[in-house]
């Protein structure tokens, strides 16, 4: 999702785009390779199947720690900056309030731990020049995603349930992008972490039935659930609503409120449904 929206934007610059066929990132020879003569590194590469990691925690920790660490040496060594892309899942997901960047981390399952692995290799390796852009509840034209999974069930089912016990930020590939390639812009932005997730705040429930309203559908065939009806091998957090507060210090505007966000993404193409049958749905 990620990557194809930052092509769109960066059509007119000199970039290299490469999918997972071109390059595997867990090659260091071939990440090196890749990364001579750029000036700036964005990584949207992930394990993002977050239940698989749970049993293939080595594999995915290759993937979303070890290979971010090779970047960041291949970085080093040419003196390119890199963004890394994050999560929200590497906080314990128990607060109350806003999570500030600099909040400490405490993963509550193996995608989290893996995604911090990452973070720390280029916190660690790239104290100059490396950036970590946490994002959260990611949707986007691109890929299947939470709101193209929902409205793509109303075609199918009479009623849905969608937990109402997560707290979040819905985040557009759009708005994202646009941060990341405002940062990569940049010169004045110092290093470190800093939050890519949609302002404001709701919880799967709500989402689900914004985008019904949106879309010219009945919000009344979302109904509440529980993260207990649904067992799934990996814990959510329950709490994952990010502070945005870096942006200003950077003169980068803090992103606009998901209720914007998704009004504006529900115009385009990607986003059509209607019809019945009764379903669950897990973020």
Request: with cysteine; charged share 20%; aromatic share 6%.
């Amino acid at each position: 999702m990620l990557g194809r929206e930052l092509r769109t934007l960066l059509a007119d610059e000199r970039t290299t785009a490469l999918d997972r066929a071109a390059l595997d990132i867990t090659d260091p020879e071939a990440v090196h390779r890749a990364v001579a003569d750029h000036d700036v590194v964005i990584n949207c590469a992930a394990w993002t199947d977050v239940d698989a990691a749970e049993s293939a925690e080595v594999a995915a920790t290759a993937v979303n720690g070890g290979a971010v660490r090779q970047l960041a040496l291949a970085c080093r060594a040419t003196g390119a900056r890199l963004l890394q892309v994050s999560t929200d899942y590497v906080l314990s997901g128990d607060a109350t309030e806003p999570y500030p960047e600099s909040a400490p981390t405490s993963p509550i399952n193996a995608y989290g731990r893996g995604k911090l692995v990452g973070e720390r290799a280029v916190a660690e390796l790239l104290p100059d020049t490396g950036y970590v852009v946490r994002t959260a509840w990611l949707y986007g034209e691109h890929g299947r995603n939470f709101v193209t999974t929902v409205l793509g069930l109303a075609a199918r089912r009479d009623t849905i349930d969608v937990v109402a016990d997560q707290h979040g930020q819905p985040t557009w590939t759009r708005d994202l992008a646009r941060s990341l390639v405002a940062l990569g812009r940049t010169d004045q932005a110092p290093p470190g972490v800093y939050h890519g997730s949609a302002s404001g705040r709701t919880t799967w429930y709500e989402l689900a039935r914004t985008a019904y309203e949106l879309a010219g559908l009945d919000p009344d065939r979302v109904r509440p659930t529980t993260s207990a009806a649904f067992p799934r091998p990996a814990r959510r957090p329950a709490f994952s609503v990010l502070g945005h507060a870096r942006w200003a210090t950077v003169g980068i505007a803090e992103p606009p409120d998901w209720r914007e966000s998704l009004t504006e993404a529900l115009h385009r193409p990607a986003f059509t449904t209607s019809g019945p049958g009764t379903s669950k749905v897990q973020a």
